[in-house]
């Protein structure tokens, strides 16, 4: 993550004797949501905080004023038993999850995104945009009220940390969004390849019992009920982690 901030040189709402820093921040960072509740599916709120007008902010870039609001909703979320919070914006419409962008599914399969005209366009989000046209998948990108959760059949969030993650329900409405389906479960597949060409970094860090765990998360996700490749149950060596790696990519090209 780069980080830019003025210096101390001196203090007050002026800054324009500051010196600028930069700096770059790399540490492991797990997944984001607990994986037992991505399997589940994430619960979300509704925030009280609403996205700012487009001229009340710099909302197009990733300045952390614009995250003190994500703060104040997620701590709520969370002490409410939720996993995370869905902020409107200040028209009272969908704008996105406190870090995440958000998707809708249809019951024609079609997926309905919010505007990001009060939020930031993420590059998770654009990737799955063009994934989805690549898959002949339907993206409507439009202003989408509260009161259309109900007309929806499925719903995940989408971003650097959080991936491509399932929601489970809003305001324990909606508990039938547990799983998506075949064509939207592939898009994570899809998401998998394209950010992580290279699979063995991407899962160096897991054993290959975790591993196995991952794949079968991934194939369900896609509607399979069984592994396309099937393990012994002999202890797990560094050669059958690669051949995990090659089923991995195998299904993902899939």
């Known amino acids: 993550r780069p980080f830019v901030w003025r210096g101390s040189e001196m203090m007050g709402v002026s800054a324009q004797n500051t010196k600028i820093n930069v700096a770059i921040a790399i540490w492991d960072w797990p997944t984001y949501f607990n994986p037992e509740l991505k399997l589940k599916g994430i619960k979300l709120n509704i925030s009280k905080w609403q996205r700012p007008p487009q001229n009340s902010s710099p909302w197009e870039s990733k300045a952390a004023g614009l995250y003190m609001i994500c703060t104040l909703s997620k701590h709520q979320a969370e002490k409410d038993g939720y996993t995370d919070s869905l902020m409107l914006d200040h028209e009272g419409n969908i704008a996105e999850a406190t870090s995440a962008n958000i998707f809708f599914k249809d019951k024609n399969n079609e997926l309905h995104t919010p505007i990001p005209d009060s939020f930031l366009d993420g590059i998770t989000r654009k990737t799955v945009i063009d994934l989805a046209k690549s898959k002949n998948i ?11 959760l109900s007309n929806f059949k499925g719903c995940f969030i989408t971003g650097t940390a959080a991936e491509i993650t399932p929601v489970g329900n809003i305001l324990d409405n ?18 998998v390849g394209r950010v992580h060409q290279n699979l063995g970094r991407k899962f160096n860090g897991y054993t290959p019992q975790e591993l196995l765990k991952i794949e079968k998360t991934f194939l369900e996700a896609c509607g399979f009920k069984t592994p396309l490749c099937h393990y012994n149950k002999k202890p797990l060596n560094s050669r059958s982690k690669d051949t995990l790696f090659k089923g991995l990519s195998a299904v993902i090209d899939t």
């Open 138 to 148: 339907k993206i409507n990108e439009r202003k989408i009220s509260p009161k259309e």
């Open 174 to 191: 909606h508990d039938r969004w547990k799983h998506l389906s075949n064509q939207h479960g592939s898009l994570v597949l899809n998401y």
